[in-house]
């Protein structure tokens, strides 16, 4: 569904990304781990688009993203769903409205189709009668979930999680972790997920790449990845502070 090849990235003099190769294939969970600072969320922002790379390739469904001209990438991004950190919900918007949104923009659907829909998927995310409330009105985890149906609601073929359980406690991080797979097992999508929760990249991923230095340093089954030697791995998925792996080359 993804290939990415030899993607580097630098801001300002400083390399993020040198060299990252990665394979995702269509129809299952993909968890991308690292630590704070590693790079994830800039390796997502590439996919959909919203960034460019210094050099590298991208190609999704075959055509590469990073050669594509802004009408190109445009209708590209009609592919993706996307929940950011957060939810990134629009303050002064209901919840009916922030899911209606991506409707409104891109789908010539009648008013009376988009509510009917915005109802469905925010009762398939388990949440009912909520839409005329307004994001601060709701709880963290109702938020994420109010994000994960406006990601759903263009019916994409690829959805982006970028630290979907962030801030939230452990109780409602599994409430989140096991909509995620329920959604995905029900719809086979190809969803990308961005973590540093080793418990939940486990239980979410089919396949878990870990992003090191800017490179995918280890990457395979979840199994693979537990039964992988390699010290620096192993200490990251320990959460030691012991070992190898220091703040400074977490966040390099």
């Given at each position: 569904m993804i290939e990415i090849v030899d993607l580097k990235k630098s801001?300002?003099?400083?390399?993020v990304l040198q060299g990252v190769n990665l394979k995702i294939p269509k129809g299952g969970i993909l968890v991308i781990i690292g630590g704070s600072g590693a790079g994830k969320s800039v390796l997502l922002k590439h996919m959909i688009g919203l960034l460019r790379p210094d050099s590298g390739?991208?190609?999704?469904?075959?055509?590469?993203?990073?050669?594509?001209?802004?009408?190109?990438?445009?209708?590209?991004?009609?592919?993706?769903?996307?929940?950011?950190?957060?939810?990134?919900?629009?303050d002064s918007m209901t919840v009916g409205d922030n899911v209606a949104f991506p409707l409104r923009e891109h789908a010539r659907m009648r008013e009376r189709e988009i509510q009917k829909r915005v109802r469905d998927m925010l009762g398939r995310v388990g949440l009912h009668g909520v839409e005329h409330k307004y994001p601060a009105e709701l709880s963290g985890g109702m938020r994420k979930r109010v994000g994960?149906?406006?990601?759903?609601?263009?019916?994409?073929?690829?959805?982006?999680?970028?630290?979907?359980?962030?801030?939230?406690?452990?109780?409602?991080?599994?409430?989140?972790?096991?909509?995620?797979?329920?959604?995905?097992?029900?719809?086979?999508?190809?969803?990308?997920?961005?973590?540093?929760?080793?418990?939940?990249?486990?239980l979410l991923a089919d396949r878990i790449a870990f992003l090191y230095k800017g490179k995918i340093a280890a990457e395979g089954s979840p199994e693979e990845i537990r039964a992988n030697p390699d010290?620096?791995?192993?200490?990251?998925?320990?959460?030691s502070a012991e070992g190898p792996l220091t703040a400074a080359d977490l966040e390099a």
């Open positions: 801001f300002q003099g400083q390399q390739h991208i190609y999704v469904s075959g055509r590469d993203i990073c050669r594509m001209k802004n009408w190109e990438l445009r209708e590209s991004r009609k592919k993706f769903g996307m929940l950011f950190q957060g939810a990134a919900l629009f994960l149906a406006r990601a759903l609601i263009l019916e994409p073929e690829i959805v982006l999680f970028d630290e979907p359980t962030t801030g939230l406690d452990p109780i409602m991080s599994d409430v989140i972790n096991r909509l995620i797979l329920s959604t995905q097992r029900k719809l086979s999508l190809t969803f990308v997920i961005i973590s540093h929760d080793v418990k939940s990249a486990f010290p620096v791995l192993r200490q990251f998925l320990s959460g």
